[in-house]
């Protein structure tokens, strides 16, 4: 059993940045590869970002790559998701997810390479 609790969501003006986290519980963090999504209403789940459990590869698509950035601290079993240069197509609920496994494969854009999620915290940019 794992629990993913995310924080640092909140209403933020264009332009400006902000840090979501997401702490994990368990021992195991370091073992699993990590990911984070997001939903606006009326939209479909979109992929933001993955990292391998060593933190050594990353991947993010690119409507975001350039502004966001993921990291993770496995010490304190926490992923990070920077965001910067924010824009009102931004606003959605962010969520975490725990890998199947180690590695940022192909694929890792896809939900059902995921076993664990957050319940998500909301993200407003404000024009």
């Known amino acids: 059993q794992v629990q993913l609790v995310e924080s640092g969501g909140g209403l933020v003006q264009a332009g400006n940045s902000l840090r979501l986290s997401c702490a994990a519980s368990?021992?195991?963090?370091?073992?699993?590869?990590m990911g984070w999504f997001r939903q606006a209403p009326g939209k479909e789940r979109e992929f933001v970002a993955a990292?391998?459990?060593?933190?050594?590869?990353?991947y993010l698509p690119d409507s975001v790559k350039g502004r966001f950035a993921i990291s993770r601290d496995n010490a304190k079993s926490t992923v990070y998701l920077q965001m910067n240069s924010l824009s009102p197509e931004d606003t959605a609920v962010y969520y975490c997810?725990?890998?199947?496994?180690?590695?940022?494969?192909?694929?890792?854009?896809?939900?059902?390479?995921?076993?664990?999620w957050g319940q998500g915290t909301q993200v407003t940019v404000s024009s």
């Open positions: 997810a725990k890998g199947r496994g180690s590695l940022v494969l192909a694929g890792a854009q896809e939900a059902r390479m995921y076993d664990y």
């Open positions: 368990g021992r195991t963090f370091s073992s699993y590869a």
């Open positions: 990292i391998s459990s060593s933190g050594a590869t990353t």
